[in-house]
């Protein structure tokens, strides 16, 4: 009964292009969705956040889609650096679902220079 | 300023030992997290602590599991007669908590904890 998932464990992407990143969720009192970056050996790096209230929040190269219909959000890095390259961890939160996060399993992504 | 940092970064310890893992969040925080990544899968909720409300510890996986935060700030988590399957990553994380807004949490580099 995972409440966020990441289908897909890996993406491999070419040095300029664009990665996207993908992240379903169930639970319809999440109202907070966060990516967060983690390299190995470290603890993970908020990225970008988006609200329920809002179907788009873009960060330089980061932009993150939220469509509500489809409990449904993903991560466009664009374009695409060799230093990206890291797991990728979509979560969420909600202020009636406890603050605390639900995290997604995580994408590994690997840009080709 | 001083990010969230643990201690130790790395614990082997033998099956049926105690074990105690250090958290200091960032400065003014309020908020205070503890999730364990095992091998292979995501971050898994443990237990968070909120100024100096009850701690949620409704992720704990069992009560061999217990964690204390003194004083508002440094934060213990202790795991006793460990098991293999305790073995993990232990992350701590922190984070502003000011009425119902949502605030990002900063993770501290985590604990590598192994049972053998």
């Known amino acids: 009964d995972q409440q966020v998932k990441q289908n897909s464990p890996s993406l491999s992407v070419q040095e300029g292009r664009i990665s996207i990143l993908n992240c379903d969720y169930t639970n319809s009192m999440f109202d907070y969705f966060l990516w967060y970056k983690k390299y190995p050996a470290e603890g993970p790096t908020f990225l970008i956040s988006i609200s329920s209230i809002k179907d788009k929040n873009e960060d330089g190269r980061f932009t993150v889609f939220l469509n509500k219909s489809a409990k449904h959000l993903s991560l466009h890095i664009v374009p695409s650096q060799p230093g990206d390259s890291a797991v990728y961890f979509c979560?969420?939160?909600?202020?009636?679902?406890?603050?605390?996060?639900?995290f997604g399993g995580g994408t590994r992504l690997m840009v080709k220079p | 300023g001083a990010g969230v940092s643990q201690s130790p970064s790395n614990k082997v310890t033998e099956k049926g030992k105690d074990v105690e893992l250090r958290c200091d969040p960032i400065s003014g925080h309020t908020a205070l997290y503890w999730y364990r990544q095992s091998l292979g899968q995501g971050l898994e909720f443990l237990i968070y602590?909120?100024?100096?409300?009850?701690?949620?510890k409704s992720g704990l996986p069992s009560d061999r599991f217990s964690a204390e935060r003194t004083g508002g700030s440094v934060s213990t988590l202790t795991i006793q007669r460990t098991q293999q399957e305790d073995s993990a990553v232990y992350l701590c994380?922190?984070?502003?908590?000011?009425?119902?807004?949502?605030?990002?949490?900063?993770f501290g580099p985590g604990t590598r904890l192994t049972v053998t």
């Open positions: 979560a969420a939160s909600g202020t009636n679902a406890g603050n605390m996060l639900t």
């Open positions: 602590f909120q100024g100096n409300s009850a701690p949620d």
């Open positions: 994380a922190s984070s502003l908590d000011v009425g119902t807004a949502v605030y990002e949490q900063y």
